[in-house]
């Protein structure tokens, strides 16, 4: 909504707007919530307490985009369509979603309190289904059998890999996991996201107190299901031949899986913490909060994640022989539309299903409010100067 001057409405302290929109520890730099859409794009040029929170996950956009197209350009990698990279670009459109709509959350939120709602509800459910796009993407190029295909008869046991022959004499190092990986790993991942989603929407309407710890540690479950391939690799040898290429592009895969849990570990500390304008109130409303903070760690994470995922790429794409076309006879069967594309597309269909049940709520809790706040929108505020 513009004056009739011309100019943008005025930003407000928190004494002047709805208490459900108060941020901890943030004095100034709020929007009214009946901003029209054309009002909230332009607030990202604006500087409020939610343009950094928009930048700071809208820029990544770009820099992953950069770093995630250099796999299609090294060489042996298959087309980019091939059935070797469903995984990569459902982990690709997972990464998307999440830092798209964290941006457009915080851009959009002040169109009215419902929508408000809408748009983190939203937020919740695409960090969800980036964690089962990761998980995909694990599954396929970190499982313990990634890359282990067999070849001949159904009935042979011949394993073609340049590997000693006593190294072949188990499928797993640490056979307990054969069932969890081969028929609970995804199906974990995307029960563990439905709970997130359902958790997350909860704290908007109830356990408000405690809404950020809850957040916070609701998604260190699905971090800790997801990376199980990964904490399989690091306590067991390595898949390749320590003489071959590939072992050498795969090295980097436990420094970069470090890197990625430290950002994450200093996300959740700002998102808990609401450090540092806890300790001074009003100094850091609208650059350098907690939030901002929180959202650039958590792209480091993504980019390291992206990094050690591609190195893993890397090191099949080096050995030939060990790629999984959907039909070779292998220990781990080949990615399939159905088995990623598919996957993803009924766990997004669920997440839909729980956003628009939490967004009925809250459209009959906060929707009879729009035309009263804009009622108790200060007339002071609308003046001219």
């Known amino acids: 909504m513009l004056l009739n001057c011309g100019q943008p409405l005025p930003l407000l302290r928190h004494t002047d707007v709805p208490p459900r929109v108060i941020e901890n ?14 009002d909230c794009l332009l607030s990202a040029f604006r ?22 197209v250099e796999v299609f350009g090294w060489e042996g990698a298959p087309d980019g369509g091939d059935p070797f990279f469903y995984p990569l670009w459902n982990y690709f459109v997972g990464v998307f979603c999440l830092l798209m709509a964290s941006s457009m959350a915080h851009l959009l939120n002040s169109m009215s309190l419902v929508v408000r709602e809408v748009c983190f509800f939203v937020d919740y459910g695409t960090i969800s289904a980036y964690t089962v796009g990761s998980s995909l993407a694990y599954y396929y190029y970190i499982h ?23 190294e072949l004499t188990s499928s797993y190092a640490i056979p307990e996991f054969r069932v969890f990986f081969e028929t609970c790993y995804i199906p974990c991942a995307c029960v563990v996201a439905i709970i997130c989603v359902l958790s997350c929407c909860n704290t908007r309407q109830r356990w408000r107190q405690y809404r950020y710890i809850i957040r916070t540690l609701v998604f260190l479950l699905p971090f800790l299901i997801s990376s199980t391939p990964i904490f399989y690799r690091l306590l ?9 290429s590939s072992f050498a592009a795969s090295t980097s895969m436990p420094s970069f899986f470090y890197r990625h849990c430290l950002w ?82 009924l766990l997004q269909s669920t997440i ?3 956003i628009i049940w939490f967004s009925w709520c809250a459209n009959c809790i906060y929707g009879s409010q729009r035309e009263q706040l804009g009622k108790e929108h200060p007339k002071k505020h609308l003046k001219c100067r």
């Open 352 to 354: 839909v299903s729980i």
């Open 47 to 68: 500087p409020t307490n939610e343009t950094g929170n928009f930048w700071t996950h809208f820029l990544p956009l770009f820099i992953f985009f950069y770093y995630f």
């Open 25 to 38: 520890f943030i004095l100034t730099g709020y929007r009214f919530p009946n901003y029209s859409l054309r």
């Open 264 to 345: 994450l570990l200093v996300s959740a500390v700002f998102n808990i913490s609401k450090f540092p304008e806890r300790l001074a109130p009003g100094r850091f409303d609208i650059w350098g909060h907690s939030h901002q903070w929180f959202h650039c760690c958590t792209f480091l994470s993504i980019l390291d994640e992206l990094h050690m995922i591609k190195a893993e790429v890397r090191a099949i794409l080096l050995s030939p022989t060990l790629l999984l076309p959907p039909n070779s006879l292998s220990h781990l069967p080949g990615p399939t539309i159905a088995s990623t594309y598919g996957v993803m597309f």
């Open 236 to 244: 067991t040898q390595s898949p390749y031949s320590t003489v071959s």
């Open 144 to 166: 313990p059998q990634a890359g282990i295909a067999e070849t001949g008869s159904q009935n042979s046991s011949h394993i073609d890999l340049k590997y000693e022959p006593a």
